[in-house]
């Protein structure tokens, strides 16, 4: 056991992974660390997934428009900026609740900086009013400047999951499975993961006996050691 950082109390906390995890006064969780980025809205801390509170990132996947219609991975644009404004350096979160795919939902800090209150004023991230405003204002600056994802025509995030993975979801990924990214391992022992909309995904089945598995992210089945497929 260790006394915990960032807090005024005597309060203590345990060491997990390096990492110090503990329950708030308020009853919340926080966790503090080393910042790895999943995707704009998605950070692994302290072992735990962390999904910002009041945003919503473009997918990694995601492609927007620029003035003329030229296009553009905004996507990964948005993992880019989040690692900017990490920089693997030490960051805060605290959340009082997980989502349906385990991560904390969570408020995090580098340092002064609230991560998702840049992302949306950087223009990349959307606010989230259906579950807070608290970003709406930071919004609405970045759209009415034209950064970001309002320099041209952009989907929203939620738009583009209901678009991009209903259509190559919806007969071929069991109800209980909540992420779509199919990892398959090859008869020579290769590891590969199908994006929804690839052209094999369809007809790629995934056994979870034979150590096969889903994944929600490129960046987590990248890092479990899959490649992507060609086709």
Not at 38 to 65: M, N, S, W, Y
Not at 130 to 152: D, L
Not at 171 to 184: A, D, F, Q, T, Y
Request: net charge positive; proline share 5%; aromatic share 10%.
């Amino acid at each position: 056991m260790r006394l915990c950082p960032f807090i005024v109390s005597t309060s203590l906390c345990v060491m997990l992974a390096g990492q110090f995890v503990w329950p708030s006064l308020a009853g919340a969780t926080e966790v503090a660390g080393p910042a790895e980025v999943i995707d704009g809205d998605t950070l692994a801390v302290g072992g735990k997934h962390i999904r910002l509170f009041g945003i919503d990132a473009p997918e990694t996947a995601q492609t927007c428009f620029a003035r003329g219609g030229k296009p553009w991975d905004c996507g990964k644009a948005a993992s880019d900026v989040m690692r900017r404004l990490t920089r693997r350096q030490s960051v805060r979160c605290e959340g009082h609740e997980t989502d349906r795919y385990r991560r904390l939902i969570a408020r995090c800090w580098q340092g002064g900086t609230d991560l998702a209150g840049a992302m949306v004023a950087k223009g990349m991230a959307w606010a989230f009013v259906r579950y807070s405003e608290s970003y709406v204002e930071a919004e609405a600056e970045a759209r009415s400047s034209g950064i970001g994802v309002w320099q041209g025509k952009a989907e929203p995030p939620w738009e583009f999951r209901k678009h991009a993975w209903g259509r190559s979801t919806s007969r071929v990924v069991p109800p209980e499975i909540p992420c779509p990214i199919k990892g398959n391992i090859s008869r020579g022992g290769k590891r590969i993961y199908h994006m929804p909309g690839q052209k094999d995904y369809g007809r790629t089945v995934i056994d979870t006996a034979d150590g096969e598995r889903w994944f929600c992210h490129e960046e987590e089945a990248r890092a479990a050691g899959w490649l992507k497929a060609r086709r």
